[in-house]
Each structure stands twice: as C-alpha cells, then as structure tokens.
C-alpha cells in the first residue's frame, strides 16, 4: 500500500497523472499475484511512456526519476508480497511520505526508509550504492552538455547491467513458479 501512495505522489511532481493507476496492480495482486504482476508490467510499460526526462543531471530531473525509482521498487515488493497494511517499521516512513506532497526531497527520504525496513542490503551492495553515488557526483559537469544524451545513456546503461549482475549473485532468491494455479 505504501508503493501506491509513493506512486501517486511521484507522480504528482512529475505532473502526471500514472501515479494513480499504481492501485490496479496493488489490488488484483491481492486477489492473484500472477494477474498483480502482468498489471505491474503493464503500468511498467505506460509508465515509461508518460514520464519524460531529457538529462538525470539536473535537480528536478534526478527528483523525478528517483522517486520514481524508489516508488516503483516499493510497489513491486507490494505486488510480489500481497501486503495489506505497512509493517510497524515502515509507519516511521508513513509521515515522509506524506510531507513528500510538499517537499519531494521528503518523498525520497521515506522511500528510501521504506526499502531499507524491506531488504536486508548486504557490504556489497552498500558498496555499490557508493560508487553510484560518487561516479554521478564526478561526472555531472562533464556529462551535462548537448548531445551528451548517448554518454548518459551508456553511464545509466552500465549501473543497470552491474546491478543486474550483483542480483544473479545474491544468495536469496526463491525460485516461484508463475502461472501454476495457485
């Protein structure tokens, strides 16, 4: 539930209206996870069409893309796990979320609340959040110019794929079985 809330208000800063069709998956996850995520893919899909961002190196666009991100994290883990209510951990991020309407900074503080109550990250994992971090705060200046949209698209292309690794690495996925009448 708290993954539709974030979406709604992401989605109230990007001046879009995506956010609140965040609910659909929410709800026939509840029902049926298998129907849950083919909705989540869906609104996946018109989500990446509706949200519009030239460069991830200014302000407003990195606000939006992260609490994009975080909301759309937070709503999957809501999908894959059918959660009614938030754990007594995650209401600590409940009052964030709901400043984030005001200030989007706040939005992101809780989202980030929110996941961190959820998974358990490991050393490596911190670490490449680090690196992340540092490798965007050194390269602003040199990637934020005309036509640097290929260069960006290769540093976002490369946290992507290295992410994408790390996860065939961690210890704790459980093989599901989609689509088996359950």
């Known amino acids: 539930m708290i993954g539709v809330l974030l979406s709604i208000i992401a989605s109230y800063w990007a001046g879009t209206y995506v956010g609140a069709l965040s609910i659909v998956p929410w709800l026939l996850s509840l029902k049926k996870r ?5 909705a989540f893919f869906l609104y996946a899909l018109y989500l990446g069409n509706s949200v519009q961002v030239s460069t991830v190196y200014s ?8 609490s ?11 999908v894959l796990t059918e959660r009614l209510l938030p754990g007594r951990r995650e209401l600590i991020a409940v009052p964030f979320i709901l400043l ?9 503080v809780g989202g980030v609340v929110v996941l961190v109550s959820r998974v358990r990250f490991g050393r490596i994992a911190n670490a490449v959040m680090g690196v992340i971090i540092v490798a965007f705060t050194l390269l602003r ?14 540093v976002i292309a490369s946290i ?4 994408f690794s790390l996860l065939l690495f961690w210890k ?5 079985l989609l689509f088996d009448g359950q």
């Open 172 to 176: 704790n996925f459980k093989k599901v």
């Open 160 to 163: 992507g794929i290295f992410t």
């Open 100 to 108: 984030g309407a005001i200030f989007p900074e706040s939005l992101i």
């Open 34 to 38: 298998d129907a849950g995520l083919v």
């Open 68 to 78: 994009f991100s975080i909301a759309f994290i937070v709503l999957l883990d809501d």
């Open 141 to 154: 200046e040199t990637l934020d110019y005309a036509g640097s949209s290929l260069v960006q698209v290769a």
């Open 59 to 66: 302000y407003s666009s990195l606000i939006a893309v992260l």
